[in-house]
């Protein structure tokens, strides 16, 4: 009997919702029939590795989820190498396919985003931000060699890039969500916008200025998402998104952490590589990470109409900061960021 098997096989049964049957549904994944599906479930016949795979894959289960190896090792997927600029517009593709699939989770699911950086999905909504992200990261981090003599004035969005961009970000408001941020959330934003201005790689002012402003139409939707509960509808501006919880933190964070929980399916995203995501489904990793993530929440603030005093003073002291970066574009003045 395949007693790691017969294991694996019933963390794959939690991941079936309770309305349907679970043998008639792994026969249709497996492409087998039910009674070759009833003697694997039992362990009398192995699961081949290709059916194994599809079985991860399609519930979202790493192939080590059993046993004691769960505990120890952590399979993720970190996507494909991005060394050009078509490999850089996969990654796009494999964010908006992540969104999609949470977003068709249904009500009951829930995205906790610890943001070490403000959450990535906000600058799909502002052109200056994600032209400014887009840039920077291809340029400066990637070093992608189709940009290595480009100009901020030559880069720019596709409209293809634009109108998928935008569908993550209409995903993303229909995600039931708790954000928390720090003090630090803008900080390396503003540090890369410093660094392309000091170096010349953004030589125009209304380019700089542009952007700022963005930072700053940000807050003000922070604000209204704060005082209704509900995300704002990238669309049309209204307050009619999901569920929306906004917590402030005076801890530190190493990295950008999105926790997602259903009924059915759990996962986890850590940021590497300044704006790359690693992601798994392993079910001790997601206990940890929501265990953490519950632990910064009993120690953070949440924010809103209860809470307004606190909540104008953060929103203040990020403008003191976006200010302080505006001061050395238009004065030349030093910063302390």
Avoid at 15 to 44: C, F, K, M, Q
Avoid at 179 to 201: D, P, R
Wanted: with cysteine; proline share 2%.
């Amino acid at each position: 009997m395949f007693n790691k098997q017969v294991e694996f096989l019933k963390l794959v049964q939690q991941r079936i919702p309770e309305h349907l049957n679970a043998v008639e549904t792994l026969s249709v994944v497996l492409g087998i029939g039910n009674d070759s599906t009833y003697r694997r479930l039992r362990g009398e016949t192995a699961l081949t590795y290709e059916e194994s795979f599809k079985l991860a894959d399609h519930f979202g289960l790493s192939l080590d989820s059993v046993g004691i190896d769960a505990l120890k090792r952590v399979d993720f997927d970190a996507g494909m190498p991005i060394e050009k600029i078509d490999d850089y517009e996969a990654h796009s593709n494999r964010i908006m396919d992540r969104m999609l699939r949470f977003e068709h989770y249904g009500n009951d699911s829930h995205m906790y985003y610890f943001a070490l950086d403000f959450p990535l999905f906000y600058i799909y909504q502002y052109p200056s931000l994600l032209r400014l992200k887009s840039f920077y990261w291809g340029k400066s981090i990637l070093g992608l060699p189709e940009m290595v003599d480009l100009t901020y004035n030559d880069y720019e969005i596709t409209e293809e890039r634009n109108k998928r961009d935008l569908n993550i970000m209409r995903s993303y408001s229909r995600i039931p969500s708790t954000e928390i941020w720090t003090n630090t959330s803008y900080v390396a934003t503003l540090k890369q916008l410093q660094y392309c201005w000091e170096t010349g790689t953004i030589n125009k002012q209304k380019d700089a200025l542009d952007i700022l402003n963005e930072l700053e139409a940000l807050l003000e939707v922070m604000r209204i998402q704060s005082d209704t509960g509900k995300k704002i509808n990238p669309i049309t501006g209204e307050s009619t998104g999901a569920d929306f919880h906004w917590y402030i933190s005076d801890l530190s964070v190493g990295n950008n952490a999105v926790h997602i929980r259903s009924e059915n399916n759990s996962h986890t995203f850590l940021s590497f590589n300044t704006f790359n995501f690693i992601e798994t489904s392993n079910a001790a990793f997601n206990k940890q990470t929501k265990n953490w993530l519950d632990n910064f929440l009993k120690r953070s603030l949440l924010v809103g109409p209860v809470a307004m005093g606190k909540r104008d003073q953060y929103l203040n002291k990020l403008r003191g900061q976006i200010d302080s970066i505006r001061s050395v574009i238009l004065s030349e003045e030093e910063t302390l960021l």
